[in-house]
């Protein structure tokens, strides 16, 4: 029996411990966190005050208030077992960085006291010079700074020996460049900030304070057994499987979406929620997705900047939790060929301080015409920006799926559905001066949610799809940090809301309501072509998007160009989101990044080649060239009267191996061969080479290892399978 069918007998299910009545969630949930209610317990009322002041106005605190937070901090978490602390970032790998410090502090020779000072809660200087600046940082000028983001509550990881206090934090120069992803996200908000409340004052919305973008990412993601994981070194390595053939069974009988939940996952759902609401994080819904073994979370959404901190440590709680399950959850887009691939679906809205929903129609034809400025701002930021929402997705894992007939192709468009079309059919005709409740109610708008539910107006494939009260961008892949598409989304519905803003100040007619209708209306006309409510999946609508101009980017390199543009440079250097030296440096490690994560890919699979698969193969044929030897030799001693066409199958048998053999190892020559010559080349060029070449390279390489797959002896083959991975319990 081979290692990997050996594995297949290890296989057992964790012994858990059984909770007859499991805690109320509300009586534990947050109690990892330093909140608000937290610290005003911990801390004086007027320096609670000025924290407070800070957080809505901006004033920052002085350094004898961040003293008296950071000693209530540390008591807290001493007082919850926390012996460390760290300041955790975000870089520009999508990752979460961390170091650590022990709160001890020298008070005599050999004696230690616990300390916590407002300068090391405020400011870190990790020795990080070793994370991706994209040649932000000069190396006489190597550290990076790591500053307090007060706006997300600092928070303890637990693990079985220790505690530790999490502070989020930017990362920035020395400067004040942007070394991370949450910087731009606090600066879009900003941008987002100014330009929402200064249309709702337009409509006279003088309550309205502070308008943010509100975020709820649906996290999808594979579970495979441990014992098969460790057994594959491109799961282990590049997190997606390089080779391995289809399974009989796939996802075709569609019998795992919203099935039954196995015992062993359930059990891991419990457990990373249980974890998720110690820390704040509000996660609501778990089910089966698609493809076997295919699942998702989905949190209530927060703020954009909470909702992105939270999501990337669901993220480190689910890989964690999976492991003391002895599974291991896989968060990259494309794990296994054949079947669906992950995406996370980023729903997005704005609110106001007040809790109003910017794109919830209202009851008033009031709030219907601010419901459809904003509307008409949002088409516009895609129809002009949409190049950024791919560039805001694009990386080397992504690619597998963006173009698929699985997620939301590469060509950006706008679904809003049947009512709010034809609302919008009305306006460009001029037909509506004004959007009476009738009319919405008329039109079975006015209770969105529920003619949300309807599922026959729910287009799944679209990437920017209305879904009532909020957009879901669709195209994020499952391992991104989703901090950067909030950013570019703020960004340029920012300037959109500006925009309509303008043109609403100077249009003229006889009211509010008349000047405002006729810059949706303009809106409406000039953006049509993004708008799309078809099947974006089919081969017309790729026909179609081309007629109208649409662009259709599949390679990661073309789509980070945009990053670059003028008119992209411009828009975020007037919204001070990027500066155009953060967007170069931010350029330049993605496609970086795009370049090392192929090589690690076709690296590993030719030691795969070499190491396992042609062995493999050389064991059948051995056992193949043998057999048929001794059976000529039989033949001609015993004289045996035999069908001549047996010889000939059996040769045939054999050179059928032999060939298949004979093409994967010429192919992953050929790809060395590449290799070597993309090491002369610079970063672009090389992407380009690897898009252009090494992708279909490995693809063909695959193709033949998978033939081989289904014919060398089950026992001889070390890889697990398909059929497997995705289908033992
Ligand atoms: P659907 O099934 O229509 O996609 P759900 O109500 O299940 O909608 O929500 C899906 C995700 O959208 C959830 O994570 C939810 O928190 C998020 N969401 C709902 N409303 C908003 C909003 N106003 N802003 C941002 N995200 C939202
Ligand atoms: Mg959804």
């Known amino acids: 029996m081979g290692l990997r069918q050996k594995t297949l007998f290890r296989i057992k299910n964790v012994e858990l411990k059984k909770i007859d009545h499991p805690k109320k969630v509300s009586s534990y949930f947050g109690e990892n966190t330093f909140s608000l209610e937290t610290m005003q317990k911990h801390i004086s009322k007027t320096t609670f005050e000025a924290f407070k002041a800070w957080m809505s106005e901006g004033k920052t605190i002085n350094i004898k208030q961040a003293d008296e937070i950071a000693a209530a901090m ?19 790998t999508g990752l979460t960085a961390e170091k650590h410090d022990s709160f001890i502090s020298m008070a005599g020779p050999g004696k230690v006291i616990e300390k916590f000072s407002g300068n090391k809660l405020i400011q870190g200087e990790p020795d990080a010079s070793s994370f991706p600046s994209g040649g932000i940082r000069a190396t006489f000028e190597a550290r990076g700074y790591t500053a307090w983001d007060p706006s997300s509550p600092a928070f303890i990881i637990e693990s079985a020996l220790g505690k530790t206090l999490c502070i989020p934090t930017i990362f920035i120069s020395y400067h004040g460049e942007a070394l991370d992803k949450k910087l731009p996200l606090l600066r879009s908000d900003e941008a987002l900030n100014k330009a929402a ?8 919305r003088k309550d309205a304070q502070k308008v943010f973008s509100t975020c709820g990412p649906e996290q999808e993601y594979f579970l495979i057994d441990r014992n098969y994981y460790n057994l594959r070194q491109d799961l282990l390595l590049t997190g997606r499987t390089l080779v391995g053939a289809a399974s009989p069974k796939g996802q075709q009988l569609e019998d795992q979406y919203f099935g039954t939940i196995k015992e062993r996952v359930v059990n891991f759902m419990f457990e990373v929620a249980e974890e998720a609401y110690k820390l704040g994080i509000p996660v609501m819904t778990r089910h089966n997705e698609v493809a076997p073994h295919q699942y998702e979370f989905a949190p209530i959404f927060e703020e954009s900047n909470l909702a992105a901190d939270h999501n990337q440590l669901l993220m480190e709680l689910m890989k964690k939790v999976a492991l003391r399950h002895n599974l291991v959850c896989l968060l990259h887009e494309k794990p296994f060929a054949g079947i669906n691939g992950s995406g996370k679906h980023l729903n997005w809205s704005l609110a106001d301080n007040n809790g109003n929903n910017l794109l919830n129609p209202g009851e008033t034809p009031e709030d219907n015409l601010q419901f459809l400025a904003v509307l008409a701002a949002v088409l516009r930021a895609v129809y002009l920006h949409g190049d950024l929402l791919r560039a805001s997705v694009a990386l080397a894992g992504n690619e597998h799926r963006l173009g698929a007939n699985e997620a939301p192709p590469a060509i950006i468009s706008v679904f809003l559905g049947e009512q709010l079309t034809s609302i919008l059919d009305m306006i460009e005709k001029g037909a509506k001066s004004k959007v009476s409740k009738r009319d919405i109610i008329d039109l079975g708008i006015a209770r969105l949610p529920k003619f949300n539910k309807d599922s026959t107006d729910r287009n799944r494939t679209s990437p920017f799809a209305f879904t009532g009260a909020k957009f879901e961008f669709r195209a994020v892949g499952s391992s991104q940090n989703i901090a950067t598409a909030i950013a570019m989304i703020n960004t340029i519905i920012a300037e959109s809301l500006d925009y309509v803003a303008d043109k609403v100040n100077k249009a003229k007619g006889s009211d509010f309501s008349t000047k405002v209708m006729q810059v949706i209306a303009q809106i409406v006309k000039e953006t049509k072509d993004i708008r799309f409510e078809g099947n974006n999946y089919a081969e017309e609508w790729i026909k179609e998007a081309k007629k109208r101009g649409l662009p259709n980017v599949a390679s990661t390199i073309d789509a980070l160009k945009a990053l670059t543009e003028k008119k992209n440079i411009n828009l975020f250097e007037r919204y001070k989101v990027f500066s155009k030296e953060e967007l170069i440096a931010r350029h330049h490690i993605w496609v970086h990044m795009y370049n090392l994560t192929l090589e690690i890919e076709a690296n590993t699979l030719n030691e795969m080649v070499n190491a396992s698969i042609v062995p493999a193969g050389y064991e059948y044929e051995k056992l193949l060239a043998g057999n048929l030897k001794k059976i000529v030799e039989l033949l001609k ?18 050179s059928d191996v032999v060939s298949k053999i004979y093409y994967v190892r010429r192919n992953t020559k050929e790809l060395v061969k590449l290799l070597e010559k993309a090491r002369g080349l610079d970063n672009d060029l090389r992407a380009n080479l690897y898009f252009k070449e090494l992708k279909p390279l490995m693809e063909h390489i695959r193709r033949h290892v998978d033939a081989l797959e289904c014919v060398v002896p089950d026992e001889l083959w070390e890889l697990p399978k398909y059929r497997e991975m995705l289908f033992i319990k």
Do not use: C, N, R
């Not at 077992?81 to 955790?88: D, F, I, S």
């Not at 409340?197 to 006279?204: A, D, S, V």
């Not at 001693?637 to 054999?654: G, N, R, T, Y």
């Open 74 to 92: 540390k008591d807290w978490a001493i007082s919850k077992g926390a012996t460390y602390y760290t300041h955790w970032f975000q870089p520009m």
């Open 197 to 204: 409340t200064g249309l709702l004052k337009i409509f006279g």
């Open 637 to 654: 001693e015993a004289k045996l009267k035999l069908d001549p066409a047996v010889i000939s199958d059996q040769k045939e048998h054999l």
